[in-house]
């Protein structure tokens, strides 16, 4: 009997062999499923696979991923994050890429240190096995509507902003990422899979789909890869916050000011009030890209918005 999802196991691998077949290759490696695959996968067909997993000494990442390089019988080298070196990076891929959002410096500095660390050129990636094979929790439990809102929420995100910055950091550094689960190949494949076997209805059957490849190419050791968010699970939020704590700030306070720093070019007026607001992430990040062009931060343009409104005592003439 043939495999279920064979056609969608074939275009995974076909994507990891046309990228990285005849090469030395980096994993961006979490010790999770998703990355656990692709480099289970490149092994085959690379030249050379190597495992790089950033976090810092006590990180839960850097522990799984530690044991799962000993089962795959690949090398695997710890990216170390601490508080000493945390500000740096941060500030280097504030400039490499012109991010400013807390959220994505947080999720996507493992990615800037590995490319940053790896000798390799081309670096597999697990990025998108979370939107297309339902990996969230949040999508647990949900309202068919609601449901749908927060996939295609998810997917957006992806494509529009957490892709367009890490293919930044891979320029930066002069690497070529290899994404398996968002190429349109495997994405069109998805499509053909009925959404009820995709939607997780706990959280043990999330993901189930690619956990059935995994099964199917002889690596049902992957299956049971607990796996965190790449912010919690290397270390970095909890780093970032004690730094923020430290300088007497907020996180977001001190994300900004780490911006006004390194954007500006001059040292930060470390504001001491700090404005929240949610705003439409892909209008966010068009106004950040273009803030960077002009050689202004988003802490000033929110102060220059706020100076308008009390001088003129009125938000409609804006």
Request: aromatic share 8%; charged share 25%; proline share 3%.
């Amino acid at each position: 009997m043939s495999f279920r999802y064979g056609k969608l196991e074939d275009s995974i691998i076909a994507v990891i062999r046309n990228g990285i077949e005849g090469k030395d290759v980096g994993v961006a490696f979490s010790g999770g499923l998703d990355s656990g695959l692709t480099a289970a996968i490149a092994k085959e067909y690379a030249d050379s696979v190597t495992l790089y997993t950033c976090g810092t000494n006590s990180a839960y990442d850097v522990s799984v991923a530690k044991v799962l390089s000993e089962d795959l019988g690949l090398p695997w080298v710890h990216v170390q994050i601490s508080k000493e070196n945390m500000e740096k990076h941060l500030k280097d891929m504030i400039v490499a890429t012109g991010t400013s959002d807390p959220f994505t410096l947080s999720y996507e500095l493992p990615l800037f240190c590995v490319c940053m660390a790896s000798e390799e050129r081309y670096i597999l990636t697990g990025q998108g096995a979370d939107e297309y094979f339902m990996g969230c929790a949040k999508f647990i439990g949900q309202s068919d509507n609601d449901y749908e809102i927060l996939r295609n929420a998810a997917v957006e995100r992806l494509l529009d902003i957490s892709i367009p910055c890490e293919k930044r950091i891979a320029e930066h550094f002069g690497k070529t990422l290899v994404y398996p689960y968002t190429d349109p190949s495997v994405v069109s494949e998805i499509g053909n899979i009925d959404p009820d076997e995709l939607r997780p209805t706990d959280m043990d059957s999330r993901k189930s789909v690619l956990k059935e490849i995994a099964v199917d190419l002889g690596y049902p050791i992957l299956l049971n890869r607990k796996k965190k968010s790449s912010q919690y699970g290397s270390g970095t939020t909890d780093l970032i916050r004690g730094l923020a704590s430290r300088n007497g700030m907020k996180y977001n306070e001190y994300i900004e000011s780490l911006c006004d720093e390194a954007l500006c070019g001059i040292a930060s007026r470390r504001r001491t009030a700090a404005v929240y607001a949610r705003v439409d992430p892909i209008l966010k990040a068009e106004a950040e890209r273009i803030l960077q062009e002009q050689g202004s931060s988003p802490s000033e343009a929110v102060e220059m918005l706020y100076r308008r409104i009390v001088e003129d005592n009125d938000l409609n003439h804006l």
